[in-house]
């Protein structure tokens, strides 16, 4: 166990101790900063007119009429599309008389939460990252004195593997710090202590902001483990830093197209990339009829044993002729 | 000294493809002795090494070090044994000292101390600071040693390490080797293609050709002189007139000549003879050289008289 720390100790010591390690974490922080000042500029012209409230009001006259508009259109759930627009009637009532301003853009969690989206690039990082650490050994060398130290195999694998998880984690606390930092300088932190604005059965709840938050991440979060543990795999079993980047970032960014043009087919729901936005399940529509969020997490689960089974069977039987 | 086998390979055999690269190899290293692994290049030393890591597996037959299996008990067996496999790559964007820490975390029970040991004992303190990649060849050679004795191992296997060193180094280096296997019984195996580099460092050789191994000899073997068969050159003045001698006296012996010299392979003890019968003749000897050549010739036929350098 101490020797496991030790190697994680050292996979970590090895990434950061490059210099394109920091010049990854360097361009997500200009990318927040940058981001921030953006969105200040924009926000700053459209809010000189209204104010939050009177805005809220208009926009439920507006739709207080539309639901009474409401006819059925083929295909369009009527009641699921009246439980919508009855859900933000209800939340933005509760605003005017709670007076939470709404979240979106102008306050710091705002700010936080429009960064999430942010994650992909997180994911790109981490790609790069899962892609060097096994077939970096092998193009350099270094793989040798690696293994042949009293450690089988599957331990260094697993330390490898960890340290990038590791990375992932501190590139996302960094991300959510920065944001957060960035959002509170450019909006002010009088809305730190401001709740999420939940919707159950009917009432509107407030949710603590921050485990808000954390949802919001780990649901970003799916797809990068997903992403980063398939780079891994193909980072060890092709030994090629490029090929491992190359083809992971074109799996993530074809990946929700791929499932699009699919989707006539049944079988679209075994594709990973149908099952890797969990968020359909609380607002929004799975790919295929009949998907679950049990289905979803099974197919995810499957994908991820089988990348590391691969990861793993290749790295302990192959021959290290490098 | 003991000659307790530090590591036993046995019946060793590796086949890529169709190709039978290593084929049925046994032999021992014990404690206390530098063993020298000789054979021209692409006859299988680096492969037979890679097998005795654990890099790439066995297709038949088991190397056990200290005991343990390397296939089926691999922490065990590797634990007490450091090397170099060709060339020692380490992490040039590391500096040489967090290479040292790096390898000394794998062990779990190296101490600062011993990692500074090292350094001096392999005298890179000036520049273990440094990155590596401003090392120069022979300092990435000297890292490389430190990171193999880093662990006090009683088995040092070395691929060819010599390749880089200046003489002074390959001096230096050497008498280390010397000092660890006697003073502390350390198993040393050494690969090179260079006979004239083994014989001055080891205390037994093995001969590899075509994943075969030959021979193994015993280097004071054939330093001992009453039994042994060696190349005699003379310089002589009339070569000719020695040839017609020496054909006379060794009649089943070819002999080699040069411009001012003739060469024959005998027992050492007929040297007198030779020597009495050229004084007879008026021959005028000017000098004699002996090089011990069972080994050598055997190493000649395999590298075909390219392979010593
Ligand atoms: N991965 C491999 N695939 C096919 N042949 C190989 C492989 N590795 C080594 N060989 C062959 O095995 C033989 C022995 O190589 P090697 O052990 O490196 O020799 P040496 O170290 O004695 O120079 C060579 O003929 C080489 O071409
Ligand atoms: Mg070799």
Redesign the pocket.
Known sequence: MRRMLNLIQNENMKIFRRLSTYIMLGLLIIIVVAAGVISKNTAQQASINTDWKTQLTQDNTTMQKSLTDMQTIPGIDLEQSRAAVEKNIKTNNYRIEHNLPPVQGKIVWGFVTNMVSTISIVSLFVIIIAAGIVAGEFNSGTIKLLLIRPLKRWKVLLSKYLAVLLFALDSLILLFVASFLVGGILYGWSGVGQPYLGYTNGNVTEINMLGHIFTTYAYACVNLLMMVTFAFMISTVFRSNSLAVGISLFLMYTGTILVTLLSKYSWVKYILFANTDLTVYTNGLPVAKGMTMTFSLLVLAVYFILFNAISWAVFTKR?V?A | MQTKPVAQFKNIKKK??K?M??DDISFEVNAGEIFGFL????????????MLFGLISMTEGEILVNGFSIKHDFEKAIVRVGGII?NPEMYKYLTGYKNLVHYARMYGDITKERIDEVISLVGLEQRIKDKVKTYSLGMRQRLGLAQALLHKPNLIVL??PTNGLDPAGIHEFRKHLRMLAEKENVAIMV?S?QLSEMELMCDRIGI?QN?KLIDIQTVNDFLDKDEVVMRVTFTVDDVPKAKTCLNQMFQEQETLENESTISITIDSSKIPDIVAAFVREGIRISGLDKESKTLEQKFLDITGGSGIA
């Open positions: 021959d002729a | 890529i493809g190709k690269i290593i054979g021209p290049n692409g006859a299988g030393k680096t492969t037979t090494i890679r060709e691929d060819e690969s293609h590899i994943g």
